[in-house]
């Protein structure tokens, strides 16, 4: 399919990509005041069904966002959902999909502030598969560039400006031979990848960086915090976690919408426990994946059909 011809969501109407522009002078683009999530959906062949995942939590987030850079989303967190769905059934998507959500401070003028600017929202969906291969472990370094501080720019927002962090040190790492960074606080406690969240295992346990971490406040994060307590029964345990723990867990992994969940093989060129996946990555990765597809009847309310619910609105 290509690009142009996509339908995507932009200004209250729905439009051709092509057809869908953004000025030169536009504050979004000139000085990163825009914010957006990363929605995905998964195609369950069997049943010929898109199921679009966690919506709703994303539109909280994404209106978390908006307020942090005083703007007014022009819909609901529903009408949202609906948006999302409506896209997503124009271009007949039948495989997984990304869908990137957006709003941004849309005059074309010169200042850079936040306040008497208006707002301008978009949407646009593509058909994608994997952000990194799943087949093998990610070779990971921590990055000489620090996670943001909140005392900087707001952390636990989606906000467009602040990607510059994690790409300097996505391309750090990447250039290094690197496969993900992992980014330090400011404090120099573990953080997070450049578009994930990060989990250890150190005897059972599995660990994440708190909140107050100056993490993003991941979707997938929170749903592996609930499989991994309510299917594997294991302790979870929110604090801050230092560099040295890096080296010496049983197992890493990685979270997001986009990377889904990822085994990490290694840290800084030292193997992670004997540098194969281990068996709580393995349980949860099936676990993520069987649950987004709507296998597991028990996180149905995690997911919203495409097809079947447009149907079932129509009638
Ligand atoms: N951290 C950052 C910086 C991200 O960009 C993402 C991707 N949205 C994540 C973590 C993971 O968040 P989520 O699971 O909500 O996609």
Not at 254 to 262: F, K, N, W
Request: with cysteine; glycine share 8%; net charge negative.
């Amino acid at each position: 399919m290509h690009l142009g011809d996509l339908t995507v969501y932009h200004d209250g109407r729905f439009v051709r990509y092509d057809d869908a522009k953004v000025g030169l002078l536009t504050h979004g683009l000139q000085y990163g005041t825009g914010c957006f999530e990363g929605v995905r959906g998964f195609w369950n062949a069997r049943e010929e069904e898109l199921y679009l995942l966690q919506l709703s939590d994303h539109y909280d987030r994404l209106a978390q966002s908006a307020r942090i850079l005083m703007m007014n989303l022009p819909l609901s967190t529903r009408e949202l959902c609906d948006v999302t769905v409506e896209i997503c059934a124009r271009n007949k998507f039948r495989s997984d999909v990304y869908v990137r959500p957006f709003s941004y401070k849309a005059n074309e003028d010169i200042g850079v502030r936040l306040h008497d600017v208006k707002d301008a929202f978009a949407m646009v969906a593509i058909p994608f598969e994997r952000y990194f291969d799943a087949q093998r472990g990610l070779k990971v370094g921590v990055s000489s560039w620090r996670r943001i501080d909140d005392t900087m720019a707001p952390a636990r927002g989606k906000i467009t400006g602040t990607y510059v962090n994690s790409a300097l040190a996505k391309s750090d790492a990447i250039l290094s031979g690197f496969d993900e960074a992992i980014m330090l606080s400011q404090e120099g406690h573990v953080c997070e990848g450049s578009a994930e969240n990060v989990f250890l295992v150190r005897g059972g346990v599995l660990y994440t960086p708190d909140p107050s971490q100056n993490i993003l406040e991941g979707v997938t994060r929170r749903a592996i915090m609930t499989l991994a307590k309510e299917e594997l029964g294991l302790q979870v345990v929110e604090r801050a976690i230092d560099r040295s723990e890096l080296v010496i867990a049983d197992e890493i992994f990685i979270t997001g919408s986009a990377a889904g969940v990822q085994w990490i093989e290694s840290v800084d060129h030292r193997p992670v426990g004997d540098g194969t996946r281990g068996p709580i990555a393995t349980a949860l990765i099936d676990l993520y994946d069987r649950a987004v597809r709507g296998s597991l009847p028990k996180y149905e309310s995690w997911l919203t059909r495409t097809y079947a619910g447009r149907v079932a609105a129509a009638s």
